[in-house]
């Protein structure tokens, strides 16, 4: 099943007391959707399902272009926001542009563990607006700590978690990088509500972290191009299942 999976991915790689957590946590607001079987076969036209994660660091990005490229480009995840006060300058055209160009399309914010969730939470819903058919479930981005304890983070990231799954009546996303949460969220088991899409690169095969038992995306690269944007650094992602899986997990009906 991994055999010829693997073999694509070695070509495409050079080698190269604070506040306490809760008694009962925030729950999401309805049962993440269920995980689609580990690695359907990579033999299938359908896989694997290619992606990449951009923000305004890749300028001025061409959508029709990039839908056009030869590494069938899915999906795309957007910078949003960061924290309780920042707003990608790009984000507007990014997803408008990737909507336009045939490409599911995903928001993502750059948790600040050192924020108020609820302020962050705001700050991210505003820009974004209402969610609209085919649109992938949220992502939340968070790899530093701001120098707080873990129990503080883990707190606030629920919070912030539970406030935009209400919100937009899905599951998000949570990325981040196997030492980081090792190393830093005491591998809360409450965690695991939330699908899992894991930063490890130049490696064939992602490390999946306690709590979790797969993950449901993979960013296997920070060097990667593709048709329409300017960069030789382009974060690349896979979805862990089929097409009929990730669109599955968007946005159903017209608006939240």
């Given amino acids: 099943m991994w055999g010829r999976f693997i073999s694509w991915l070695k070509n495409i790689f050079s080698p190269a007391k604070p506040l306490p957590p809760p008694v009962n946590p925030p729950a999401p607001v309805q049962p993440p959707a269920p995980a689609p079987e580990p690695l359907p076969n990579p033999g299938d036209d359908s896989m694997p399902i290619c992606g990449i994660d951009v923000s305004h660091d890749e300028d001025d990005i061409q959508w029709m272009l990039v839908a056009k490229d030869p590494q069938k480009i899915k999906f795309a995840f957007i910078k949003a926001t960061e924290g309780s006060d920042y707003q990608d300058p790009n984000f507007a055209k990014n997803w408008a542009g990737a909507k336009a160009a ?41 790899e530093v700590m701001d120098g707080v304890d873990s129990h503080t983070a883990i707190f606030r990231l629920l919070t912030f978690a539970n406030l935009i799954s209400q919100a937009s009546g899905l599951i998000p996303f949570l990325y981040s990088y196997p030492d980081f949460i090792d190393s830093q969220l005491l591998n809360d088991t409450r965690l695991a509500a939330y699908p899992l899409f894991i930063s490890n690169v130049q490696v064939v095969e992602p490390k999946i972290p ?29 979805f862990m299942g089929r097409v009929e899986d990730l669109k599955a997990i968007c946005k159903q009906g017209d608006k939240i």
């Fill in 102 to 142: 045939g490409i599911i399309r995903g928001a993502y914010h750059y948790f600040r563990p050192g924020m108020e969730p609820e302020l962050q939470a705001q700050n991210f819903l505003k820009t974004v607006g209402q969610l609209q058919s085919g649109d992938m479930p949220f992502m939340i981005d968070f």
């Fill in 210 to 238: 306690v709590p979790w038992h797969r993950c449901t995306a993979w960013q296997y690269s920070w060097t990667g191009s593709v048709n329409g944007i300017m960069s030789n650094s382009l974060d690349m992602d896979l």
